[in-house]
């Protein structure tokens, strides 16, 4: 069920009302029934596989809890990793491997007839294995499992963040499902505020420029010059609408139950470095790759290559999280590259104060802006070929003829509107409105959006 769309429009009020209405444990059953339903909405049979999942890492949870500081603890810490990676790797990645494999040895003459499986891959499994794997490692370091199963099945399954995060870590999430949420502590005017930024973002901004940013990615042969620089920037403003737009919506129905999530982002084309970026994008799956990943590794702890190869490792498998193509690989690398390479540079940098000047920081901020574009290329091409081709696009101003003129005054308002709604001046105006103009308004935006786009169009990160 897409945030999007009509059927949620009446599932969220529905499930809102009932939950208020209810009490206690009845509340927690409630929303996991709901929760359940919104993800079996798409395609009831993949609610059993959620499910496997959630009573797996449950159970081994018990069993490390019970077997602390035995070897014991460690198997079980295994049979949840390479069970929940098994899963992901079956429906995400065995086809890939499979045409990789094949392609290998087609390179050197040979074939290989090796069968395809026609396997639907399930919606948010990346970001509900990522959740799975997270709780059973802590339990690993220390922290006391939680015994009741239903509340980490919610954990797990809460629609607010099933599909496409943010990744919510049980431990922040399940010591809230141990109080009694009080109804009057819902901020109302700001959840109907972000609802409403969020879907605007994805429904306005994002799919306005997804059409332009299609149409030049199909065929970029057709697009030179400023029309392809274009199309990449306005692919960076729409993939940021888009999934910031769902993670409005999703912490804006985790409000209206009571529950809180950390923030995902926070300004990344403002960033001044690569490592400044990762701390403003995606900032829940950039912690966990660094928490269970990266320092798992070594981190920066021994020495200076051993740090640069954790940092490609990671990033190489973070990139290869989002999707099985090598184009997604080599954007994790890419992203891996650059963070070396402020490593490296870090270390000769000139004085603080010049560091810190306005101008260089500009500088900055223009530079690595197109940095992270460039990545976006190779993250956006369907295939090398259309990577290949795109990227000579770009650089190719024999033919520059500006297409799609309207794109310009859409990614205008993006650039406007990255900075300001965040200093919550448009937000402290709607909750000073009369209760009855906040409902007009949010009626009348509800209408429009629905207007403007008559058919649901899934949020990008969907897919991963």
Not at 66 to 83: D, N, V, Y
Not at 335 to 364: F, N, T
Request: glycine share 8%; net charge positive; with cysteine.
């Amino acid at each position: 069920m897409l945030f999007n769309s009509g059927a949620f429009a009446i599932f969220l009020p529905l499930v809102f009302i009932v939950y208020w209405s209810l009490r206690g444990d009845a509340r927690r059953w409630w929303l996991l029934a709901a929760s359940y339903f919104f993800y079996g909405w798409w395609d009831w049979r993949f609610t059993g596989l959620l499910a496997v999942h959630t009573l797996i890492d449950f159970g081994c949870a018990i069993a490390i809890d019970q077997r602390r500081g035995t070897p014991g603890a460690k198997r079980f810490l295994l049979l949840s990793i390479i069970t929940n990676l098994s899963v992901l790797g079956v429906f995400k990645y065995l086809n890939f491997f499979r045409d990789s494999f094949v392609g290998i040895f087609a390179a050197f003459g040979w074939h290989v007839d090796a069968p395809t499986l026609h396997l639907i891959l399930p919606l948010g499994i990346s970001f509900y294995t990522f959740q799975t794997m997270s709780y059973t490692i802590d339990m690993y370091r220390g922290m006391a499992p939680e015994r009741n199963v239903r509340d980490f099945a919610l954990s797990i399954a809460c629609f607010a963040h099933l599909v496409a995060g943010p990744i919510v870590r049980a431990r922040d999430l399940m010591p809230q499902f141990k109080v009694e949420h009080r109804f009057a502590d819902v901020d109302l005017s700001g959840v109907v505020y972000r609802l409403f930024r969020g879907l605007f973002k994805k429904v306005v901004v994002a799919d306005m420029l997804g059409l332009y940013v299609n149409a030049v990615f199909t065929e970029p042969g057709g697009y030179r010059g400023a029309s392809a620089w274009i199309a990449l920037y306005a692919y960076a403003f729409q993939i940021y609408m888009d999934f910031s737009g769902y993670t409005d919506v999703a912490l804006a129905c985790a409000n209206l139950f009571g529950f809180r999530f950390a923030e995902n982002f926070d300004r990344p084309y403002l960033a001044t470095s690569p490592s400044d970026f990762w701390r403003r994008w995606h900032m829940s799956l950039s912690s966990w790759l660094r928490d269970y990943l990266y320092i798992p590794l070594g981190g920066s702890r021994g020495g200076h290559w051993l740090t640069i190869r954790n940092l490609l490792i990671t990033m190489a498998l973070g990139g290869l999280w989002h999707g099985a193509s090598w184009t997604f690989v080599a954007w994790g690398l890419y992203h891996g590259i650059l963070l070396a390479s402020q490593r490296i540079i870090s270390g000769r940098s000139v004085s603080s104060i010049i560091d810190e000047s306005l101008p260089l920081r500009i500088l900055k901020t223009i530079g690595m802006f197109h940095l992270t574009c460039l990545g976006w290329l190779l993250f956006r091409a369907s295939n090398w070929s259309n990577a290949w081709y795109m990227l000579g696009s770009l650089f190719d101003f024999s033919a520059s003829e500006l297409h799609g003129k309207r794109v310009l005054v859409v990614i205008a308002l993006c650039a406007i509107a990255h900075v300001p709604w965040r200093s919550g001046g448009i937000r402290d105006w709607f909750r000073r409105a009369p209760a009855w103009s906040q409902g007009v308004l949010a009626a009348m935006c509800m209408w429009s959006l629905l207007l403007i786009s008559p058919t649901s169009r899934p949020f990008i990160y969907f897919q991963f």
